[in-house]
């Protein structure tokens, strides 16, 4: 059990990402596909397109992920894959992959959960990283503060009651009309460096509820009016806009974005009271998922840590974003405390799942 090569597979959402990891933490190997396009044009993910786009690339992107490892199939150790939440039609064209290549080399298979996934890929890049530590998860479709106290045993601190900060990120990208072939992230991240934070008064959300959970749905709609009011034309992309109306947009995105992660400040502050109290010993504030991939969410944090006496542990932005290593990272903690299934059936029929 001391050298596993796992393989991981990632289709919860938009990406069809996989990658080959040794259990000594290396990356072998690191594929994604990505429906950039097809989010540009639709603005946003629409679960039948994003699933025809993972089944017309699943074989080869796996293929390469094992070219690039130098491998064939019969070197692996075990199959991960994640298996939720996401959007099920996606997730079960990479269960039916996995399954499929599990039952032909006679490999063992780990399901995998997408968030836990996004937290314990942290434990590749800091060694030190032991469990209990806090968790902040930030992406597209969750908010999540988690007191990890060991593999498989967390504590839910807090989640979001309506929207995600990526969700609230990604729609404003869209009012302010900024270039989506990225995701709606990086691209008011950039914009906002051109803004002023204190330009438009947004309000904090959730101030009366002295608890960790978040709630995003408010400050989208302030953002929504802050546009109506300054009569901003999301027909117009950004790079069509006047000087005046670049700069305008730009106050609004900075401004957005200062609340936005004051949210998680405060939250994270909070958090760490919390988990104290359960955990004393806590050490690490891990940052993960899309959003953590962001400049600004990571030096406010990092004054958050620093006040108290932890460490921030922010993986690099391709491992924070939906990738294949952290499904593989997670199959190999799990199959190294021998919680995996047993390999399917060669002759086990496609539509099985
Ligand atoms: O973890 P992820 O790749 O997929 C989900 O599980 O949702 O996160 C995607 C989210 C999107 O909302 C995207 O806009 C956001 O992460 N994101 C960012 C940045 N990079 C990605 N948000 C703000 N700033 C960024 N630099
Ligand atoms: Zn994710």
């Known amino acids: 059990k001391d050298d596993l090569v796992v393989l991981g597979i990632e289709t919860s959402c938009d990406d069809t990402a996989v990658a080959v990891v040794r259990s000594n933490g290396e990356i072998l190997s690191q594929v994604i596909s990505s429906q950039s396009e097809l989010l540009a044009r639709y603005g946003g993910v629409a679960p039948k397109m994003a699933e025809e786009a993972h089944s017309l690339v699943i074989d080869q992107v796996v293929e390469e992920a094992l070219d690039k490892a130098n491998l064939t199939a019969n070197n692996l150790s075990a199959v991960a894959v994640t298996i939720g939440p996401g959007l099920s039609l996606c997730l079960r064209v990479g269960v039916r992959k996995a399954r499929k290549l599990a039952g032909a080399f006679n490999l063992p298979i780990i399901g995998v959960h997408?968030?836990?996934?996004?937290?314990?890929?942290?434990?590749?890049?800091?060694?030190?990283?032991?469990?209990?530590?806090?968790?902040?998860?930030?992406?597209?479709?969750?908010?999540?503060?988690?007191?990890?106290?060991?593999?498989?045993?967390?504590?839910?601190?807090?989640?979001?009651?309506?929207?995600?900060?990526?969700?609230?990120?990604?729609?404003?990208?869209?009012?302010?009309?900024?270039?989506?072939?990225?995701?709606?992230?990086?691209?008011?991240?950039?914009?906002?460096?051109?803004?002023?934070?204190?330009?438009?008064?947004?309000?904090?959300?959730?101030?009366?509820?002295?608890?960790?959970?978040?709630?995003?749905?408010?400050?989208?709609?302030?953002?929504?009016?802050?546009?109506?009011?300054?009569?901003?034309?999301?027909?117009?992309?950004?790079?069509?806009?006047?000087?005046?109306?670049?700069?305008?947009?730009?106050d609004i995105a900075a401004s957005f974005q200062r609340i936005a992660v004051l949210h998680l400040e405060e939250r994270c502050e909070r958090a760490i009271d919390w988990a104290r109290k359960i955990d004393p010993s806590i050490k690490h504030l891990v940052v993960s998922g899309g959003v953590a991939s962001n400049k600004y969410v990571r030096s406010r944090l990092y004054t958050v840590v620093e006040k108290n006496d932890l460490k921030l542990v922010c993986p690099p932005p391709n491992l924070c974003t939906d990738n294949g290593v952290m499904v593989a990272w997670t199959g190999i903690e799990h199959f190294r405390m021998g919680r995996f299934d047993p390999p399917p059936p060669a002759d086990e029929p496609e539509d099985f799942v």
Not at 216 to 240: C, D, F, H, M, W
């Open 114 to 250: 997408h968030m836990e996934a996004h937290a314990l890929v942290a434990r590749i890049i800091e060694h030190d990283l032991h469990f209990p530590f806090l968790a902040l998860l930030i992406s597209g479709g969750h908010n999540l503060l988690v007191l990890a106290r060991d593999l498989g045993h967390y504590i839910q601190l807090g989640t979001t009651i309506d929207d995600a900060i990526g969700e609230a990120y990604d729609k404003t990208a869209k009012w302010l009309a900024l270039d989506l072939r990225k995701s709606g992230g990086p691209a008011l991240e950039e914009l906002a460096k051109e803004g002023n934070a204190q330009a438009v008064k947004f309000s904090t959300p959730m101030k009366q509820h002295k608890d960790c959970n978040f709630s995003y749905a408010g400050l989208k709609t302030q953002v929504r009016l802050a546009i109506e009011s300054r009569n901003i034309n999301p027909e117009i992309p950004i790079s069509a806009a006047s000087i005046q109306e670049r700069s305008s947009r730009a």
